[in-house]
């Protein structure tokens, strides 16, 4: 029921763009994006509400097609900053009040 | 505008012993989460209470338990601990629904049983 992120890890160096997916098979009202660094609590990064909707900040962004509840979370000229473990989620259509998150992916910046 | 806040930050405790959480969410939010994070599972979810009300719960045993108090400050509950409750435990805050608002999480609390 959780939802599926690609890939699990990934390794660039600084300045290379990445692409993090993220695939659920229940439908999700929303899906939410956060970043956490080790040891750290997670932080927003963005929140997309319908079907169609791309956001961005800075130089991370991310689209969300409703229909194939699918999500992808663009970073742009990454930052050894990028680094840390990203979350999607978002809660169930039919129980908003719950969110559920998948399993994450591991980003690693190097110089 | 003081983060979320978590208490204990560390515990250690045996199997079979029970243990309390508090946190402390941002001022002026009602709704808390509470989330167990391990390294094979990702964050999974406990259950959110909105002023006092447990709105939700997870895919948890009875063994786990939470309140919400009249100033939002929530505490969860673990019973009869076992050694697969060892994880980090972590609550996030938000105004209203976490299904549109914004969720501050916590620093999280490690629990280890050994």
């Known amino acids: 029921q959780q939802p599926v992120q690609s890939p699990q890890a990934v390794i660039l160096r600084e300045g290379e763009d990445a692409v993090i997916n993220c695939s659920s098979s229940k439908a999700l009202y929303s899906v939410h994006w956060y970043r956490q660094k080790h040891g750290e609590a997670p932080v927003f990064l963005m929140i997309l509400l319908k079907g169609g909707e791309q956001k961005g900040h800075d130089k991370i962004s991310a689209s969300f097609n409703e229909k194939k509840q699918q999500s992808s979370l663009y970073l742009t000229a990454s930052q050894l900053s990028y680094s840390g473990t990203y979350f999607c989620?978002?809660?169930?259509?039919?129980?908003?009040?719950?969110?559920?998150f998948g399993t994450g992916t591991r980003l690693q910046v190097f110089p | 505008k003081a983060g979320v806040t978590q208490t204990p930050r560390y515990l250690i405790k045996t199997r079979g012993q029970q243990v309390t959480l508090s946190c402390s969410p941002i001022?002026?939010?009602?709704?808390v989460s509470w989330y167990q994070q391990t390294p094979g599972q990702g964050l999974q979810f406990l259950f959110e209470y909105f002023s006092e009300t447990q709105r939700n719960k997870g895919n948890f045993p009875g063994r786990f338990s939470g309140r919400q108090f009249s100033n939002s400050r929530s505490e969860m509950n673990v019973s009869t601990l076992e050694l697969g409750d060892s994880a980090l435990y972590l609550c996030?805050?938000?105004?209203?629904?976490?299904?549109?608002?914004?969720?501050?999480f916590g620093p999280g609390t490690r629990l280890t049983v050994l």
């Open positions: 996030a805050s938000s105004l209203g629904t976490p299904a549109v608002d914004t969720q501050y």
């Open positions: 989620g978002g809660p169930l259509w039919e129980n908003t009040d719950k969110l559920i």
């Open positions: 001022s002026g939010h009602r709704s």
